[in-house]
Structures are given as C-alpha cells and as structure tokens.
C-alpha cells in the first residue's frame, strides 16, 4: 500500500470554481502535511503547512488536516487560470532532517 | 534574491559519463536535501543533510555521491550515467520545522 495516495486527475473546473484537492495517507506517525504548487518544467512551490489535524487558511486557500481518517485536503476558493498546475499533498513524521513523502500530484486545469 | 538554485538547469550526456548538479541556498538553513522526480512526475527523497552530515540516504545506488562543503551548499555527483538515470533532480532545504524548499530542478536526460 502506497503511504501517500492522490487522484493524479485531471481535475478541469470552471474560472470562480471552488477547487477540493484530496490526499489519503497510511502512516500515523505524520505529523507535519503540506501542499506544493509545481508549474510545468518549474519547482515545487510550498502552498500550505499544517502541523497535525485542524484547518488553515491563506487567502483563497484552506487546508485541512482529519489526523482520525488520515484524510488532507486543499481547497481554492474563486479559482483563477493562473491556479492552473500540479498540487502535490507531503507529508512528514518528523522535522529534523526528514524526507518529505509525496503523493504523486493531481493536475489541475482552469478553464477560462 | 532565489532561495534555492541549482546548476546547471539543463543537462544532456552520454551514458558512461560523470557529472555534477551543484546547489545553494540562501536561507540559512542547515538541513539540504537532493530529491528525484522521475518521468511520471513521482518525487522521491534520495539524501539528506544536516549541516554538512549526510543523515538520510534512500536506497539509491552508490552511483550518487552527495556532498556538502557548507551548510549552504550541497552537490550531487553521478558516476556512470544510465540511461535510468534521466530525470529531474530537485534540490530543498529546511529550517528542521517540517517546511521544505525547492529549488527549480535540473532535468538531466542521458542518451
């Protein structure tokens, strides 16, 4: 079983959509989860960082973290084109010098 | 002021060949990491540093030889490239809080 699962999509949504991006993960041990933007043939770019379960919001952006079902979640709210990319959940179990696990990304699309 | 860079951006070799990816960052972080994205996009962790001690090394063959002269510089160095080997290779770095950064990749492609 996959530590990190994420549906790779596409997901294509209408311009002021409310996006729901979702991550399902094995290991309890994780304790810090993120979200990275990658734009085609750029780097990952760090969204959201959320430290154990609860909810954060930056924006047009809410991540959410359910430790009990092992469930992460991003929302957009008024989604724009230039959110068009690959949104990759992370999880970690420990800071220090860790790697961070990936899902493998769901490509998302904004159609104008 | 980048965060993070690497060199080169772009690297095109032969098999059988060596080469280097160099990495900086100027954050001030003293944990470094190298991670591959291979051809389905899947990111990977291959090392790990902290200031200047490798810590984490995934099973990746002894091939990759990471080194970190300064805590704000780690390299990767590749023996005898395969054609397996062709992927991007990103860079990261960390304050130990959980939050990594990345640098824009090197997409190394071996022929």
């Known amino acids: 079983q996959k530590e990190v699962e994420q549906d790779p999509g596409p997901l294509s949504v209408p311009e002021g959509a409310i996006v729901s991006l979702n991550c399902t993960y094995s290991?309890?041990?994780?304790?810090?989860f993120m979200w990275y933007r990658q734009y085609s043939r750029k780097g990952p770019e760090l969204l959201m960082y959320?430290?154990?379960?609860g909810n954060k919001e930056d924006g047009r952006f809410t991540a959410q973290v359910d430790k009990s079902s092992k469930y992460i979640s991003l929302f957009i709210r008024d989604s724009q084109p230039s959110d068009s990319a690959t949104y990759l959940c992370a999880t970690l179990s420990g800071g220090g010098a860790d790697g961070l696990t990936f899902g493998k990304g769901t490509h998302l699309i904004i159609q104008p | 002021d980048t965060a993070v860079s690497q060199t080169p951006k772009y690297l095109v070799t032969q098999m059988g060949n060596d080469k280097s990816i160099k990495c900086e960052q100027n954050?001030?972080?003293?944990?470094m990491y190298w991670y591959k994205q291979d051809s389905k996009k899947f990111l990977k962790i291959m090392f790990s540093y902290n200031n200047k001690e490798l810590i984490i090394n995934e099973t990746v063959p002894n091939r990759f030889s990471p080194k970190s002269p300064d805590k704000a510089h780690l390299n990767l160095h590749i023996n005898s490239l395969e054609l397996g080997d062709s992927a991007v290779y990103f860079c990261?770095?960390?304050?130990?809080?959980?939050?990594?950064?990345f640098g824009p990749g090197t997409r190394l492609l071996v022929l």
């Open positions: 959320t430290y154990s379960s």
């Open positions: 954050l001030g972080h003293d944990t």
């Open positions: 990261a770095s960390s304050d130990g809080e959980g939050a990594q950064y």
């Open positions: 290991n309890s041990a994780f304790q810090y």
